[in-house]
């Protein structure tokens, strides 16, 4: 079992109000299952999202990952956990301006505490690049790459640790279509080949349908 | 090797932004400039102000006898005589901070040449060094008498430029020439260089210099105690060769010298002038020279000191002091100019940090810790602020180095100033980079990820 979430609840405070925005999700996603989270804006989706990939805590409930419970983990060992078995694909890329693709991938390098030499880094860097086809741009600057590039040089750098799950919030929400395709059929080969958990967010119905499970999100709930 | 590469981030990062981060540290390369070559001038005009007051005799030390003390009058001071040439040499022998020495006997005669005559303010006695001691350099014409000549006092002197104006006039060559120091005949050897006025305003070059044991000898005598006058005073029994066996008298009963008030005799000398090796060691000089002079004198701990010494402290603690007011306000420009330039980066790093809000939202998101992205601003602001300190270091010398060649001011190199300023520029880095590097480590990575 990789993620188990048992009566997950979050809620915002705003000035004196509470806002309740995730009433109780319990959910169990198995190693290599492909999951898109799909809701209204509002539903809860991205907050959701946020407490899977450990940028955020639950208010209350218990999330184990593989087994272990994170929910009232300490912000290092929830960074740790980032940076070793969670991989994050954005809508809009988030690659660093002025620096090169290779650069990119290997950033979360930087914080793994297992020392790789600078060779060692740049080596599994290359290997990155070449695995999503941009063998060619490693010494590209973002702005000389096209979005379906950037992003592909994205989930480089979301595989460099072979982390065991990848989220995915709206990646291909930049993108047009021919190029949405392109990214869609990555995380499928992924998913298929190396076993990798996709979890993606989307409001796509299209994207959606690429996964193999959907989970439904509507005011905090979970729907089917 | 993690530490290694927290500096290449921050340098990948600083220079995805050249222009901007010159800017930048413009004001540490401006504040560390200005250190650097205000130390450098500084240090250079303060060393040149201490030479010239060295020369000036901020080194010197001057030893006179006590005054003496019979029947409750006191006469004035240099009146006993209790300095000899052996203490002289004892000084220069012993002393560790004494540089070089001198001794002095003094004559105020008539002093004849052909048909002028003149009586010069100061007829000196003394060894070659005299000219060491008084910062006289040599002689502009002829020669400095030698040892020997002081061995076997030669009639011979050397006559300073107001000597040689008032008893040859201009243009006539002194040397070789014969002048009357009271009843004796003296050649002239050389002519001492101009000083002009002393401190006090006296003329420095109305003096002649001879070998002391001549002047002592054959012009002035052995002086003797003034309370002693009375007696044979006309007679001189010096020491120069001290292990005469026979005594010239019998010895006196113990009647007899209470009776006759007569000091016992020896060689005097009435001053002995002393340079220390530098201004600094004046103090240490005055206390090994009473010191000496005390046991060579065989005073008891609580009796008086039967010599004075008097040294040009003040003016060794004004030199001091006005080094000390120069530094300080160096440190002042530096703290206030280093300060301006610590709030520009403070200010651009905080622009830097909202900037880049996504970027650490990013790295939070892969993996980075608070400390982590701490540390990530810490190190930029700390490399800026050195590069910074690394530009002025070589603008101020490069400035520096153009002052003293287009101006022709001394100017001093100064490692330790180098050294300061590589650690304030990287103190300044950390204290004022601290602030923004800690907002930057305290973002929510949430937040931070969807800031637009």
Redesign the interface.
Known sequence: MLIQLKDIRKVYRIGDMEVPVLKGISLEIEQGEYVALMGESGSGKSTLM?IL?C??RPTDGEYLFEGKDISRAT??ER??L???KIG?V?QNF?L????TAL?NVI??L???AS?L??KEQRERGRAMLEKVGLKERMKHHPSQLSGGQQQRVAIA?ALINNPPVLFADEPTGNLDSQTSIEVMNMFTELNRKEKITIILVTHSQEIADCAKRVIRLSDGMIQS | ??FF?TFL?AF?ALR??PTRSLLTTLGIVIGIAAVIAMTEIGKGSSNSIARSISQMGAGNVLIMPSHTNKGGVSSGSGSAMTLTPDDYKAIVRECSSVGVAAPIVSARVQVVAGNKNWNPWNIHGSTPDYVKVQNFGMPTEGSLFTEEDVQTSNTVCLIGTTVRRELFGEGVSPIGEEIRIGKVNFRVVGVLPSKGANMMGFDQDDVILAPWTTLRYRVTGNRTSTTSSSGNSDISTGDLYPSTGAAFYPEKSETQVKDSLLAPRFTSIDQIMVQAVSPDLVQEATEEITQLLRERHKLRPAAENDFRIRSFSEMANTLQNTSKVMTNLLLCIAMISLIVGGVGIMNIMLVSVTERT??I??????????R?ILRQFLVEATVLCLFGGIIGILLGRGGAFLVSRIMQWPTESSPGAIAAAVATSAIVGIVFGFYPAWKASRLD??EA?RYE
């Open positions: 946020n990939g940028l955020d912000n290092d960074a740790m980032r940076n070793q994050f954005f988030n660093l301006p002025r620096t650069d950033m979360p930087t914080y793994t020392g030499s600078a750098r | 090797m993690r590469t981030l990948r995805r932004n996504r970027e939202g990013l790295r939070m998101a892969v993996g980075a810790r608070s982590d990575p949430i990820l």
